[in-house]
């Protein structure tokens, strides 16, 4: 079988790292594919990797010999699940190879958060405390979490191990699912609603995915029923948040800040609202990308192949 990696640039590893994929039969490895070669890229393949080039029905309708996407992410947005599934075509995915990395990386933003390590380095750098007259100082008085409500909407292996540090670090943890199951023993956890975490979090952290639901959820309404001392962090979907109002409440104070790994569109466009937005902090979508996680990933979509080649086709979305 035929295999074309389209955008292996996004996992950013040397040839060697491919060598597992390789071993499996052709391969044709490319750093980046458009949206308008895609076709001409797959013509011929039996298996398409991807991790963010899109296969829409009009791209599936014109790879007749195509039979497997495994996408190189856990989340699967970039396949029309439905047309892959009506032309026989399996759609695979890698849950759960990042929860480390995006937990910590998560527990990092909101760390930077009530403590800008950043901003106070930036500070020292520019001649500050050469220049002060006291022993220290603060751009911003750091943000102790012990004694806080961190809120949590959507509470799988990544939501759980946020909850896990900061519940370690002092606060008080409290959630929100569609479905409550498993709660742990930690002093002070309480299932809640979607709305009761906006009204009761100092910190608000999203670990769910984009659905008709939680598209937009943070938005001008939700914002203000915020504590004015808040913070929002998000690191798992862009739609989550309504960029324009996030962007209004920073500048306006409704809020005291937001981080974010993810936009609404990626590469982040010019004209972003969050660039520039008062006490925002933005990573470039790095949260799932340590390199073990990485290895992780492209270690699982080996096994994904290899089982779809043994007719026992594994992590099947569709």
Same mark, same amino acid.
């Given at each position: 079988m035929k295999t074309i990696v389209l955008d292996a640039g996004s996992l950013d590893f040397d040839k060697n790292e491919w060598a597992g994929l390789e071993a499996l039969g052709p391969c044709d490895v490319r750093e980046n594919t458009k949206p308008d070669a895609v076709v001409e890229a797959c013509s011929g393949a039996d298996i398409a990797l991807t991790n963010k080039v899109r296969f829409t029905k009009e791209i599936l309708d014109q790879l007749p010999d195509l039979k497997l996407i495994?996408?190189?992410?856990?989340?699967?947005?970039?396949?029309?699940?439905?047309?892959?599934? %009506?032309?026989?075509?399996? &759609? #695979?995915?890698?849950?759960?190879?990042?929860?480390?990395?995006?937990?910590?990386?998560?527990?990092?933003?909101?760390?930077?958060?009530?403590?800008?390590?950043? !901003? *106070?380095?930036?500070? &020292?750098?520019? @001649?500050?405390?050469?220049?002060?007259? *006291? /022993? #220290?100082?603060?751009? +911003?008085?750091?943000?102790?979490?012990?004694? !806080?409500?961190? @809120?949590?909407?959507? =509470?799988?292996?990544?939501?759980?191990?946020?909850?896990?540090?900061? *519940?370690?670090?002092?606060?008080?943890?409290?959630?929100?699912?569609?479905?409550?199951?498993?709660?742990?023993?930690?002093? @002070? /956890?309480?299932?809640?609603?979607?709305?009761? !975490? =906006?009204?009761?979090?100092?910190?608000?952290? /999203? *670990?769910?995915? !984009?659905? %008709?639901?939680? +598209?937009?959820?943070?938005?001008?309404?939700?914002?203000?029923?915020?504590?004015?001392?808040? /913070?929002?962090?998000?690191?798992?979907?862009?739609?989550?948040?309504?960029?324009?109002?996030?962007?209004?409440?920073l500048d306006r104070g409704v809020i005291a800040g937001a981080a974010v790994d993810v936009v609404s569109h990626e590469p982040m466009p010019k004209d972003c609202p969050l660039l520039g937005a008062k006490n925002c902090i933005i990573t470039p979508h790095i949260a799932w990308a340590s390199l073990r996680s990485r290895r992780e990933l492209l270690a699982q979509t080996v096994r994904n192949i290899e089982a779809f080649q043994k007719n026992a086709p594994v992590c099947v979305v569709n």
């Open positions: 495994s996408v190189l992410a856990t989340g699967y947005d970039c396949v029309d699940i439905k047309a892959a599934r %009506e032309r026989g075509v399996t &759609v #695979c995915n890698v849950p759960a190879y990042s929860t480390q990395s995006t937990a910590q990386h998560t527990v990092a933003l909101v760390l930077e958060l009530c403590n800008r390590v950043g !901003l *106070h380095d930036d500070s &020292v750098q520019n @001649g500050d405390w050469v220049s002060s007259e *006291h /022993f #220290c100082y603060w751009k +911003q008085a750091p943000v102790e979490l012990t004694g !806080l409500t961190v @809120g949590i909407l959507g =509470f799988g292996t990544i939501g759980r191990r946020v909850g896990a540090v900061l *519940h370690a670090l002092g606060a008080r943890v409290i959630a929100s699912v569609r479905t409550p199951k498993n709660a742990p023993d930690w002093e @002070g /956890f309480e299932w809640v609603s979607p709305t009761d !975490l =906006f009204d009761q979090s100092d910190v608000l952290s /999203f *670990h769910c995915p !984009l659905t %008709e639901t939680t +598209q937009g959820i943070v938005n001008k309404e939700n914002l203000a029923r915020m504590k004015k001392t808040a /913070f929002i962090v998000n690191a798992a979907r862009g739609g989550i948040v309504n960029e324009a109002d996030l962007a209004d409440a």
